[in-house]
């Protein structure tokens, strides 16, 4: 078969072991050949092509970022975009095409699956974790990772200053990097788009935790509300409508410290939490799902998306992956706030 493949939307660190994987089991396994579409779909709506041999996978499974290139285009903002792409895909004789992407990569496909059945399967990335239908995205667990690197040293920082510090980490709808990173090290405080949040509280909070540790380190995503609004980094709009956001832990760090009268400074992130080399789980999760992937492909199981369930890889129905995003785990949120600054309460705890 001659398989394509695009990654689009915003890289992450796993996406060079899923097209690692594709070509080792597309070539060697069903001596597929295979064509990269350059800049997620913009490749496929503008004819960008490199076809790729296994030259091209050596050496990439510890590199960060994707050797085809990633763009948030959208084919159906684009005038005659849908049909650039099945002309290309037609001119390029490709009998199918790996989409490796979020919830727009694979809103996308599902759209261009289900109105002109277009031969696509999906792989779900995205350092968010929002997706739907899968356990686990892969580039979250380095994006987790860097955060929880990123703790460790403020930590040390905050305690030698007595300083109160605020990490604000991606995340647009979904808090999932700020909960599990912020659990992972340790935050005092975690704020996450999917629960508003008291300004007043916080700063209590903060101030049981600074009589009883004398620092502070919080954790708040990009995403989450400063009284009931995203916070704005300017008015533009991507291809999918997103807006782009930033600086809310600024935001927060200034609103605190005028709160409690301690010195307090924010940082943010940013793209570092999606650069650099994938953790061990990522490469092993990009893997998974580009062998995963292939197969679905020779299986004809077009329409699809390769999902972690368990510790299984299994496929579903690309519509149940996008249209809703899969924000974090309630349960898991709420056991994070025994560790918000509360003061003791029951007797036991005393003693
Ligand atoms: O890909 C998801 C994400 O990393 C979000 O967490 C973040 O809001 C956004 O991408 C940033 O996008 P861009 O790199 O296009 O500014």
């Not at 091209?56 to 085809?68: L, M, R, S, V």
């Not at 605020?166 to 700020?178: D, P, S």
């Not at 492909?297 to 077009?302: E, G, I, P």
Request: proline share 2%; with cysteine.
């Amino acid at each position: 078969m001659r398989i394509g493949i695009l990654t689009g939307g915003g890289d992450c660190p796993g996406l060079n072991n899923v097209i690692r994987a594709v070509l080792f089991q597309g070539i060697k396994k069903y001596n597929d050949e295979v064509l990269g579409y350059l800049y997620g779909w913009k490749g496929p709506i503008n004819n960008l092509i490199k076809p790729l041999t296994l030259a091209d996978a050596e050496g990439i499974f510890n590199q960060g970022g994707t050797i085809i290139k990633s763009s948030r285009t959208n084919p159906y903002k684009i005038e005659g975009g849908t049909q650039k792409v099945i002309d290309n895909l037609k001119l390029n004789k490709i009998d199918a095409l790996i989409a490796i992407g979020g919830e727009d990569t694979c809103g996308v496909a599902d759209k261009l699956y289900r109105d002109f059945k277009v031969p696509i399967v999906c792989v779900p990335k995205t350092i968010d974790n929002d997706l739907n239908a899968t356990d686990q995205t892969f580039g979250f667990d380095t994006a987790i990772s860097i955060v929880c690197d990123a703790m460790d040293r403020l930590h040390t920082t905050a305690k030698s200053h007595d300083r109160v510090l605020v990490l604000e980490v991606m995340g647009r709808h979904a808090g999932w990097i700020a909960t599990m990173g912020g659990m992972a090290g340790a935050a005092d405080y975690i704020l996450v788009p999917e629960e508003a949040f008291d300004i007043n509280k916080v700063a209590e909070a903060i101030k049981v935790r600074k009589k009883e540790a004398g620092y502070a380190v919080l954790v708040i995503a990009e995403g989450a509300k400063f009284a009931n609004e995203e916070v704005l980094k300017d008015g533009e709009k991507d291809a999918f409508g997103h807006v782009k956001l930033g600086g809310i832990g600024e935001r927060l760090a200034k609103a605190l410290e005028e709160k409690t009268g301690f010195e307090t400074r924010a940082m943010s992130l940013g793209h570092v939490q999606r650069g650099g080399s994938p953790t061990a789980f990522d490469r092993v999760l990009g893997t998974r799902y580009g062998l995963a992937a292939v197969d679905l492909v020779h299986r004809k199981q077009f329409g699809r998306m390769v999902s972690l369930q368990g510790n299984k890889i299994v496929d579903v129905d690309v519509k149940d992956a996008v249209g809703t995003l899969r924000t974090i785990d309630q349960e898991l949120y709420e056991q994070t706030k025994v560790f918000f600054g509360n003061e003791i309460k029951s007797a036991a705890g005393v003693s």
